[in-house]
């Protein structure tokens, strides 16, 4: 069973950070972190395969997010610099299932709760 908590989620304007928690208990594969913006789909943002540390970031996000873990592999992080209005969203973290891509919803077992995320221009 694994048990997926989120954190940091706050309001900022265009331009600033924010950095993103996951905490995470029991084995995980590969944490990811999605996000779904009002009347979108979901979308993926990034992953990290937490016995490698390998990453991969979609294009939108590319250059400005970075997806990390600690050393003891409890927690995912992801910072966001650069933010840009359209990075509004609730933001969502998963876990493992070593079973399909990456960025398809399909592939992950255990979410979170979400944490909201608005950027203002």
């Known amino acids: 069973q694994v048990r997926l908590v989120e954190s940091g989620g706050d309001s900022v304007q265009a331009g600033g950070s924010l950095r993103l928690s996951c905490g995470a208990s029991?084995?995980?594969?590969?944490i990811a972190w999605f996000r779904q913006a009002p009347g979108k789909e979901r979308e993926a943002v990034a992953v990290i395969y937490t016995d490698l540390g390998r990453t991969s970031y979609a294009d939108s996000v590319k250059g400005r997010f970075t997806i990390s873990q600690d050393n003891a592999k409890n927690t995912v992080t992801l910072q966001m610099n650069s933010l840009k209005p359209e990075d509004t969203a609730m933001y969502y973290c998963?876990?493992?299932?070593?079973?399909?891509?990456?960025?398809?919803?399909?592939?992950?077992?255990?979410w979170g709760q979400g944490t909201q995320v608005t950027v203002s221009s």
């Open positions: 998963a876990a493992d299932t070593r079973i399909g891509r990456w960025y398809e919803t399909y592939a992950y077992t255990y």
């Open positions: 029991g084995y995980t594969y590969r």
